[in-house]
């Protein structure tokens, strides 16, 4: 059970999917040689679930408590936005594209708009869909589509809306099943806080952002519960714990009560990093985060 802020926002920003089973392309094979295994029964959960956990989020904001130090708690309310995301399949879809730019970025830290509101100058050049050829995944698979999420938070929709406008173009996003994705693939998601219920001012410590990393290939879940339904029926979901996590103005003892609060979002900072570099991806809220976070570790 979550006892510490940390851990109680970790559980909280957990999707918790429906996870069925059906005969489907998959990936699988040994030794992390992944290859197409035609019409296996499977486990999956789908794309398709994965947006409509976040809709509601992305409406209303994602109601978390906060213990404070006199033992109260206040609500903090936080908006989730599309930060990245790479999808690797078994082959390659036809015209596929990349959104998002890989050149470098600049955020200022002015303190406008709650000090969250941040000037780029970089990337409006690149701003605009560009084509490239399919690119075969480390891991096995090829790199059929990535975004990265460029705009200042003021300036970004919320996740389930960057989804329904992206599908438009790119309908997989919303048809294909984490069966179907090689383990190369993955979703990061950005927190930004919006208000507080009650009311204190500026606590020290309400203003943090969160990015968490997130495994969206049936590979690597192995967090799978039965329960029950509102109306008393049977079902399987699937947990996608932040693998990896980076913070952003993530101060005073909030968080880092208990000590081991500390060591676990190091390790977890530690494991994004570790991934971004494996799979070979820019991602520019990580790298803004890492340079405005002081306690951050540098790997």
Not at 158 to 175: F, G, R
Not at 264 to 284: F, N, R, T
Not at 292 to 297: K, N, P
Request: glycine fraction near 4%; charged fraction near 20%.
């Amino acid at each position: 059970m979550a006892t510490s802020n940390l851990e109680v926002f970790l559980e909280a920003f957990t999707p918790q999917l429906p996870w069925r089973s059906s005969p489907m392309d998959c990936f699988q094979g040994p030794n992390d040689v992944w290859q197409l295994d035609k019409k296996d029964v499977v486990d999956y959960f789908t794309l398709q679930d994965l947006w409509e956990h976040y809709s509601e989020s992305s409406a209303y904001g994602l109601s978390v408590p906060l213990r404070l130090e006199n033992g109260k708690f206040i609500t903090q309310h936080f908006v989730p936005y599309l930060s990245a995301i790479q999808i690797y399949t078994s082959k390659a879809f036809s015209i596929p594209r990349s959104i998002g730019s890989d050149e470098t970025d600049s955020w200022s830290d002015d303190s406008t708009a709650e000090k969250l509101s941040r000037s780029w100058d970089a990337a409006s050049d690149d701003s605009c869909p560009q084509d490239f050829d399919s690119v075969p995944g480390k891991q096995g698979g090829y790199l059929n589509f990535q975004y990265s999420e460029w705009d200042p938070p003021y300036e970004r929709i919320p996740l389930a809306d960057k989804v329904a406008e992206l599908a438009q173009d790119y309908p997989y996003l919303t048809s294909l099943k984490s069966a179907e994705l090689s383990p190369s693939s993955w979703l990061s998601v950005a927190w930004y806080p919006i208000y507080h219920i009650p009311y204190h001012g500026k606590l020290k410590g309400t203003c943090a952002c969160f990015l968490t990393y997130h495994s969206i290939s049936s590979v690597f879940q192995d967090k799978i519960v039965q329960c029950k339904d509102e109306d008393g029926t049977r079902m399987t979901t699937v947990a996608l714990s932040p693998f990896g996590l980076a913070t952003y103005r993530m101060e005073g003892k909030l968080w880092r009560t208990p000590a081991a609060d500390s060591r676990l979002s190091d390790d977890l900072y530690g494991a994004a990093s570790s991934w971004l570099k494996q799979v070979g991806a820019h991602h520019p809220d990580f790298n803004f985060f890492t340079s405005h976070t002081s306690s951050a570790i540098r790997l």
